[in-house]
């Protein structure tokens, strides 16, 4: 591996690699395979605003929601009165003085809807990866978590 200033060169393989992966996963093939798998009748923007809700330790401000997705403010209210409608998400006031601000909360239907959803991509996940050591799933994941929190915060 080669060196620059900052730190090691990554190969084009690894950036090839790892796009290759967002790409499948985030395909509208492998969603349609999931959703018809799971069971579970829901779009890939809104199951993406659910995954970080489910995530979340407590109930997200609509902008803390955007920035954590790294959408516009805009995108995500369009899609909260949608999952609000289908009983996915609740919305409530913040509490003090600016009643304008709200939070956004997943119901135990959207929890639901996203356990099933990544049970099943849990499954799949696990079928590819039987071949593999724990301790080269360990190595794996720690290197995507990384490379991700970096992107995360530019």
Known sequence: MTHSPSGPV???????????LANVLSSARTHARLRAQSGVPI?????????????????MRMMDLADALMVRASHVTRQMRSLEEEGLVATVREPGDDHRVRRISITKDGRDLVSRMEATGQR???????????????????VIKRITDVYRSE
């Not at 990554?10 to 290759?20: F, G, K, Q």
């Not at 799949?124 to 720690?142: G, Q």
């Open 124 to 142: 799949w996940l696990t079928d590819a990866l039987a071949d593999f050591t724990p301790d080269e799933l360990h190595v794996t994941a720690a």
């Open 10 to 20: 990554a190969p084009p393989e690894l950036y090839r690699s790892l796009s290759d």
């Open 43 to 59: 779009d890939r923007a809104s199951l993406t605003i659910l995954r970080a809700l489910a995530a979340a330790p407590s109930p």
